[in-house]
């Protein structure tokens, strides 16, 4: 596998014409491993209720913003609502908190948004592999769980207190969540909170060893940059767009089969780019406020990170039929999900 050298290398380069090299294999590797395709999905925020601290975010426990969760019914308005808009794949965010979101709640949720999506994957608080099998059984068919940076140094600085300042149980949440029977696990870093390349290269050690001890998982991953928001005061990620397409072209070249996702953080002429690169799944019409598309004014709503692409559903699916590909809705049949004998 690459090393550290190579690749800070590879991101620190000032030749253009690496760039344009990395991103023509990459290009090449994407559309031979999945044509021209882009899987689309949204978020719904359930909650924002969070007993960490993470300096970096919104929903921290500290900062002062309207907390809620949406009752059931308002999860059914919500999901309706993405439904029609013909979304199929819904990834449920909550803050962390088992006291406001335990796994009762979860499955509920879970429970529900099955009437409306064939796939669904989860980004909440990390759980034992008990609890990630019962969600599984319930209906999940993914987990998002990113470790953010590897540096311990730094991952104790910006992650303060609560359950998420505990870099090992994070560490080994991919792990219960495979162990728990989960088919999808897309991990990540938060680009701007450390050392890009330091980052990147423990990001690919993770996912090869997860993938070598886990190999009938689906793996995907995600670089959200780093987004001041209001009630923190990080500086915006110092990653720039070159060296973020550099990081989605080299994450191509060496895992050519795993999935990119790339967020509405990210503006809409840079995503527009991205998907020649690597990107093989992306977020459309989204809102990270809970409630956001239907129950909270916008004027009221505290979102986790601010939105740069206010593309709809609609929008995106004519930009990408216009630039040859094909939006998928689904590729997946909503079955009862069972623990394998
Ligand atoms: S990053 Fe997650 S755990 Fe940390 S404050 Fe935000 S919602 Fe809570």
């Not at 030749?15 to 559309?31: F, K, N, P, V």
């Not at 600085?157 to 998420?164: D, L, N, Q, R």
């Not at 503006?267 to 406020?289: C, F, K, V, W, Y």
Request: glycine share 8%; with cysteine.
């Amino acid at each position: 596998m690459i090393n550290l050298v190579d690749i800070k290398n590879i991101l620190h380069d000032p030749s253009q014409g690496l760039t344009e090299e990395l991103a023509q294999d990459a290009g090449r590797l994407t559309r031979q491993y999945f044509g021209r395709t882009i899987t689309l999905y949204a978020p719904l925020y359930l909650s924002n209720f969070c007993s960490s601290y993470c300096t970096y975010c919104g929903f921290h426990s500290h900062n002062r913003i309207k907390r809620f969760k949406l009752t059931a019914a308002q999860m059914h308005q919500e999901m309706s609502f993405l439904a029609k808009q013909g979304i199929e794949n819904v990834l449920l965010l909550t803050g962390e908190s088992c006291q406001a979101t335990p796994l009762g709640y979860l499955k509920e949720a879970t429970a529900i948004a099955k009437t409306y999506f064939a796939n669904i994957g989860m980004e909440v608080q990390p759980m034992e592999e008990a609890e990630y099998r019962g969600l599984f059984l319930c209906g999940v068919d993914g987990i998002t769980v990113y470790q953010e940076t590897y540096d311990r140094d730094r991952y104790k600085e910006v992650h303060i207190a609560g359950k998420k300042a505990d870099y090992d149980y994070r560490l080994g949440t991919p792990e219960r969540a495979a162990k728990g029977g989960v088919r999808h696990i897309s991990m990540g870093i938060l680009l701007g909170l450390a050392d890009a390349a330091q980052d990147l290269h423990a990001l690919y050690q993770h996912l090869r060893w997860m993938e070598r001890n886990y190999p009938g998982v689906e793996y995907s991953v995600s670089f959200p940059r780093l987004r001041s928001i209001k009630g923190t005061d990080f500086a915006p990620c110092d990653v720039d767009d070159v060296t973020f397409v550099r990081i989605i072209c080299l994450t191509r070249i060496q895992f050519p089969r795993v999935g990119i996702n790339l967020s509405t953080r990210e503006n809409p002429a840079l995503r527009d780019h991205a998907l020649e690169l690597g990107i093989t799944r992306i977020s459309a019409g989204s809102n990270t406020s809970v409630g956001g598309y239907t129950v909270t004014a916008a004027e009221k709503q505290d979102p986790q990170f601010d939105v740069k692409d206010h593309r709809s559903v609609q929008d995106i699916i004519a930009i990408l039929k216009k630039r040859n590909f094909d939006p998928v809705f689904t590729d997946w049949r909503r079955i009862e999900n069972e623990v394998p004998p």
